[in-house]
């Protein structure tokens, strides 16, 4: 492949061209112009303001992503004969990229105990087993996982018929991701989300991205990074790998960037993997006894709480430690720190190789804390922006899709006569570790791919092989559905966003809640999310659950009556209905803060003071970060290249130089790589920038290597914590 050095630029054009004559021009143009919320990342776009344009009304907005998530739902119905002659065993031979790209699940499959085959069945078959499997299991042996996919109506939806039925067991994917930036933010400001809105960022002159790669994760964020570098501003990169897209970024839709790559990172700090909260503490330290006159006194008087306690902490640490424990210089810090010393508007943003590490909620504290000396809170180009991945994944945070629902939604479902489950709810990994030990008969998943998304893939594999019965939601195939079965797995084919038959709704990562018109459906045979929640409470009902009579789910199969349940059930969601009956969206009231009073305990920030490692990598081997391609999102494989990385496969492991020299490993050198669950075979050995120390392999594939090891505080597995150590293999 060609090598590439920067991101973006006229390839990106040419994929769009190619993607187009593939679909038809014309049926690519009105797929996309249609005004739908975006499917993939929750930077958002799309909605009411038109398809391809951002909440500004900026035109064109819309990357490679979005393009493949369209491209995939327009495939056509995968041929029957396709699960007739294919054994389970044969498609798990296939990868990722193959089972998406093998068409759209277009009628449900049942695999039964003991079968080697899927089969198609019909509608009614399927929600007959599924509610005689539901009305005989013991409803908390039951769990609910939710994609960040869905929209808010269908996500809502399952959650009360979840609790209706009995269980709490009810999570999404957040767990797995941004579960930390919830737990740190709540802690630290009473918030889990942004404290930003997307013009916020056309007014900041620094902005830190720290464990973030947006090039290939979120490529229309650098979009923003070229303009804040072209009005003077600084960018900041935090990042143990040296990715080619936070250099240069050549932005398709700006001429200039488009001659001339723009730059993106003004300063670009190499840590060590694992060494983000001892990086803060130094710039923090040094920023309290060098630049003094920087810190916002008024600020950490008045609106804050815990500055002396944080303050003697730092006193006792010693500068050079933390410098080891981050790998940075004391130099190169000391000039980082002066840079934020004297910035007028700052933001902090930050993604999952800070979420990632198994002290991700004290590292996202660490990084308010910052925050917080200077006030970067509560006024114009400052503030807290951690990067979501999924569309809708804060949008299911917000409908109550978590363990524990608010007390507005307990006390609001009771006055409606729902006796609402007193037993603690499990998180995701609680869920897997339920099943593991038998205690989980039937688990339901909206969208995702729940094996997929799980570190330690043997055990994720026996974990949902121990379930009765496991029911998955989706539009096409993934490894999820030809791994980890149950004794009895259905497959229900859902329409994807553009083809619902009604307005919905997605909360993006700046809390603007879009309004998705929906479309004519492409697939015969496939039904809208809502309507199978529906159909699955009223055939629970005949067989015997006690359901209220004000919860009517045949009235809820209408959206704007979903929606006016929202607007009783859920904080700052008042007159949903109404809003969207007349098309306003809108940023969600009482998140991007002012003058007023923060919502924690004493209406105060909190600054945090770890007393844990700051650091918590020792030992041997090499650190392994598990890491997502140009080419995919998620779980999702669209192409076998990463194209930023200039890597044509997927089966490699990126090195330290160094390293390889320390091993005795040459570029193309075929390895084992062993961790701490599995191991891998025949990868191939290639020399990157990444920290000495580190290695960097790609999720989902490598999740087989880690252990379950996880962020005490979150819950949240330690993907970018693992640690393997390799063994040379001879040449084919």
């Known amino acids: 492949m060609t090598k590439v050095s920067h991101g973006g630029g006229w390839h990106a054009i040419k994929y769009t061209i190619d993607k187009a004559r593939e679909l038809g021009p014309a049926n690519l143009w009105t797929a996309m112009a249609r005004k739908n919320a975006c499917k993939t990342c929750a930077l958002g776009m799309g909605g009411q303001k038109g398809g391809m344009r951002n909440e500004k009304g900026h035109f064109p907005e819309f990357c490679k992503k979005s393009l493949q998530a369209m491209a995939s739902d327009m495939q056509s119905a995968i041929p029957n004969e396709i ?16 089972l998406e790209y093998l068409g759209r699940i277009s009628q449900p499959l049942l695999k039964e105990e003991g079968a080697s085959h899927y089969k198609v069945i019909n509608w009614e ?12 299991t013991e409803a908390e042996k039951s769990f609910f996982y939710f994609s960040g996919r869905s929209s808010n109506e269908a996500g809502f939806l399952l959650q009360i018929l979840a609790r209706v039925y009995g269980s709490n067991h009810v999570n999404n994917c957040s767990y797995y991701c941004h579960q930390a930036s919830g737990v740190g933010l709540n802690a630290a400001l009473g918030t889990g989300t942004a404290t930003i809105s997307l013009d916020d960022l056309d007014k900041t002159d620094l902005l830190f991205i720290i464990g973030a790669n ?170 807290l922006l951690p990067i979501r991945g999924h569309s809708n994944v804060q949008g299911m945070g917000s409908m109550g899709v978590k363990p524990e629902i608010s007390v507005r939604q307990i006390k609001g479902l009771e006055a409606m006569g729902v006796d609402i489950p007193k037993h603690q709810g499990f998180d995701t990994m609680a869920c897997m570790e339920a099943s593991q030990r038998g205690d989980m008969d039937f688990a339901l998943c909206l969208g995702g791919n729940l094996f997929g998304s799980n570190p330690d893939s043997k055990y994720a594999d026996q974990a949902l092989s121990s379930l009765d019965m496991l029911v998955m939601l989706n539009t096409t195939m993934n490894t999820g559905h030809v791994k980890g079965l149950a004794k009895e797995t259905i497959i229900l084919p859902v329409a994807a966003r553009d083809e619902e038959s009604q307005l919905t709704t997605q909360e993006s990562m700046f809390n603007y809640v879009r309004i998705s ?18 159909d699955l409470a009223l055939s629970l009902k005949k067989k015997g659950l006690n359901i209220p ?42 998140r991007l803060f002012n003058d007023e009073p923060f919502p924690t305990k004493d209406g105060k920030a909190q600054f945090f003071t770890s007393s844990k490692i700051l650091n918590p990598f020792s030992g041997d081997g090499l650190r392994l970060l598990t890491i997502r391609s140009e080419g995919q999102f998620n779980t999702v494989v669209y192409e076998e290249e990463d194209r930023y990385r200039n890597q044509e496969r997927r089966d490699v492991i990126l090195m330290n130089q160094e390293d390889m020299d320390s091993l005795g490993l040459a570029e193309n ?57 390799l063994e040379a293999q001879k040449e084919f």
């Open 214 to 383: 947006p090039a290939s994760n979120h490529p229309r964020l650098l979009s923003v990074c070229k303009d804040i570098r072209r009005r003077g501003g600084r960018i900041v990169v935090i990042n143990p790998i040296l990715e080619t897209g936070l250099q240069k970024f050549s932005v398709p839709s700006d001429p200039l960037s488009l001659i001339s790559p723009s730059e993106i990172a003004s300063d670009y700090l190499m840590l060590k993997s694992g060494g983000d909260l001892a990086l803060l503490m130094a710039i923090a330290k040094i920023l309290i006894e060098s630049f003094g006159d920087s810190l916002d006194q008024e600020f950490i008087t008045k609106r804050s709480n815990g500055f002396e306690s944080f303050k003697n902490d730092l006193a006792s640490r010693d500068l050079k430690d933390l410098c080891y424990d981050c790998g940075i210089s004391e130099e190169k810090l000391r000039y980082i720190a002066s840079i934020y010393a004297s910035s007028k508007a700052s933001v902090f943003s930050w993604a999952m190789g800070v979420t990632h590490q198994l002290n991700g909620a004290d590292t996202v504290q660490g990084i308010a804390n910052l925050a917080f000396l200077r006030g970067m809170l509560a006024k114009e180009g400052a503030g």
């Open 669 to 725: 050198n075929r390895v084992k790589v062993s961790g701490a669950s599995g191991t891998m075979e025949n990868i191939l050995v290639r020399p990157y920038q990444i920290s000495k120390g580190s290695v960097a392999m790609y999720y989902p594939e490598a999740n087989i290597l880690l252990d379950r090891r996880r962020d005490p505080r979150t819950q949240t597995p330690a993907f970018k914590g693992g640690v393997v150590t």
């Open 83 to 98: 699960f007739e002659k294919h054994s389970i065993a044969e498609l798990s031979d296939l990868t990722p990229r193959q």
């Open 549 to 590: 009579v004000s919860l009517d789910f045949e009235a809820l199969r209408n959206h704007h009556n979903i929606r006016g349940l929202i607007s009783q059930l859920v904080e700052a969601f008042e007159g949903l209905e109404q809003k969207v009956q007349t098309k306003e969206e809108f940023h969600i009231p009482g």
């Open 125 to 136: 078959d399927a929600l007959e087993r599924i509610t005689k499997k539901l009305i005989k």
């Open 517 to 534: 018109e929906g479309g004519p459906c492409r697939i015969e045979g496939v039904k809208p999310e809502t309507f199978l929640v529906c």
